[in-house]
């Protein structure tokens, strides 16, 4: 087993190796986005970028461990199940990242979504270090680990707990991001809250898919700003998830506002489909964020008092979904 230092290396190499963006990674991307074409160049180098500036930079890895009892070598290494999600490009490498670092040995459950981006990586670092190939396995079925962190929806988490739920586990349900709004946003604060909505196609839990806002609000700078995303239209299943939609509040005589790219429909859900964000109107004097708040289903709060516009798609590395800390988890295993 390699110990915390020799790990804390290949994950800094591996962050310069996503900065070089050379041919063989390219490679790998165009290969995702044949099998998955929500997982676009443009994303795909998103999230690669995102995970080489703020997981894999030394200072950061450092400074993190520091916060646990992760030792030099892992006396007692767990195997731990991660099954994992697929919904954007590599979100579930923070959960390797978390058992690797760890000391841990990883035995990994791909989503059908995302079968190339992850492997690719791991097999980097085994050609750099032959030693890690100790510290994962990917499997079609996790048996006899001795923890898992599994993600998933609703529904699958009824199962997750009933297989797992006598192991020590993470079991994580579907979420979503709210942003609250007060009228007065520039026209920069406005450009950067579409970028929350619309990044990743809005596939991410950390995606803005409801918001809050006061009796009055006009609509018509946040529908312009949204104008940037008007390519989503080139892509031809945002484009059939957006015209199922339309034709969904046409035929229920429902009304709507559009930019023809993203739909608003007035709905206190919090849930909303791909290319329509539902939103809802807070009286003067209200809080809604406090309503927000305690609900279990809320991943981020944009905007007033919360996560910055702009901001909702990068998480640091200590900001941990669901926020169960996933290092304390796995250090006291």
Same mark, same amino acid.
């Given at each position: 087993m390699l110990d915390l230092q020799c790990r804390i290396d290949l994950l800094v190499k591996l962050g310069d190796y996503l900065r070089q963006n050379d041919e063989a990674w390219q490679s790998v991307v165009t290969q995702a986005g044949i099998r998955n074409p929500w997982f676009t160049k443009a994303f795909t180098d998103l999230a690669a970028n995102a995970i080489a500036d703020r997981f894999l930079q030394r200072p950061i890895l450092e400074q993190w461990v520091k916060q646990y009892p992760v030792p030099a070598e892992q006396p007692s290494p767990k195997k731990v199940g991660i099954v994992m999600a697929g919904n954007i490009? &590599? =979100?579930g490498f923070h959960d390797w990242l978390c058992v690797f670092i760890s000391g841990h040995i990883a035995h990994i459950k791909l989503s059908s979504k995302d079968t190339v981006l992850l492997p690719? *990586? *791991? $097999? =980097?670092l085994a050609q750099w270090e032959p030693t890690v190939k100790t510290h994962? /396995? =990917?499997?079609?079925? &996790?048996?006899?680990?001795d923890a898992?962190? +599994?993600?998933?929806? $609703?529904?699958? %988490?009824?199962?997750f707990e009933y297989y797992f739920g006598k192991y020590p586990s993470i079991i994580r349900k579907? /979420?979503?991001s709210v942003a609250i709004l007060n009228g007065q946003e520039s026209t920069t604060e406005l450009a950067s809250l579409a970028d929350d909505i619309c990044l990743y196609f809005g596939l991410g839990c950390r995606n803005v898919t409801a918001l809050r806002v006061p009796m009055g609000y006009d609509f018509q700078p946040l529908l312009d700003a949204g104008r940037k995303y008007d390519y989503f239209f080139d892509h031809s299943r945002y484009k059939n998830n957006y015209d199922y939609q339309l034709a969904v509040a046409l035929l229920n005589n429902r009304f709507y506002m559009t930019n023809n790219s993203i739909l608003l429909i007035e709905q206190e859900a919090l849930f909303s489909p791909i290319s329509q964000v539902n939103y809802a109107f807070y009286q003067p004097g209200e809080a809604p964020q406090a309503a927000l708040e305690g609900n279990n289903s809320v991943q981020c709060i944009v905007g007033q008092g919360g996560v910055p516009f702009g901001k909702a798609q990068e998480p +640091?590395?200590? $900001?941990? %979904? $669901?926020? =169960?800390d996933t290092m304390a988890f796995l250090a006291y295993l």
């Open positions: 490009p &590599l =979100v690719h *990586l *791991l $097999d =980097v994962f /396995r =990917v499997a079609e079925q &996790l048996k006899g680990c898992y962190i +599994a993600t998933g929806s $609703d529904n699958s %988490a009824r199962y579907n /979420r979503t +640091a590395i200590n $900001d941990y %979904a $669901d926020g =169960v």
